[in-house]
């Protein structure tokens, strides 16, 4: 978060920073910005533009990774993908299980996943929690099967009631194998 005072000196119109961006400029501020900030630092909002946003622009640039060849020429490359948005750490060749059915996909049905937060190897990571670009990268898997994880019984009960139900419990699950995990770049 911004420092205290910074947060104080804001006029209501652009005090909108818990919803994450101010309003007029469009700058989402991370974490990585609000270490580098000084904590006596004051707004001018007399531009278009404040000095802040300014700073924050070039800390932003800084910051900012375009160039991800040193992750392309790596070996074994992870990903971590969302999928209704349960994160899940993938490589090349690994078996997910999905504790859901899919409806409306079949066996041998393959998926293209674009909901990836973080791609990285043994030395390098690349992460941005809105979620990285899907033209960084291909992640394409097979679904193999559809089926139901064991029965088991569970024990349902009410509060202050001495009556004890029991309910027999199979959960539908999907397997799905990553056949494809390679940067596009």
Do not use: W
């Not at 041998?108 to 899907?134: A, C, Q, W």
């Amino acid at each position: 978060m911004l420092p205290r005072t910074i947060f104080n000196n804001l006029r209501p119109a652009t005090r909108s920073f818990a919803l994450g961006c101010y309003r007029g400029t469009g700058l989402i501020i991370s974490r990585y910005l609000s270490t580098n900030l000084n904590t006596h630092q004051t707004l001018s909002t007399s531009g278009s533009t404040t000095k802040l946003a300014k700073s924050q622009q070039q800390s932003i640039e800084a910051i900012g990774i375009t160039d991800l060849t040193p992750l392309k020429y790596e070996g074994n490359i992870y990903a971590t993908i969302n999928i209704h948005n349960r994160p899940y750490l993938i490589t090349e060749g690994d078996e997910i299980i999905l504790p859901f059915r899919m409806k409306h996909a079949d066996i041998g049905d393959v998926l293209e996943f674009t909901d990836i937060t973080t791609l990285g190897s043994r030395n390098y990571t690349y992460h941005m929690k809105k979620g990285v670009d899907p033209s960084f990268a291909s992640i394409k898997g097979v679904i193999l099967e559809k089926t139901k994880s064991p029965m088991y019984i569970k024990e349902v009960t009410k509060r202050r009631n001495r009556h004890v139900r029991h309910v027999e419990v199979k959960h539908d699950l999907t397997k799905i194998r990553i056949t494809q995990l390679k940067l596009t770049l």
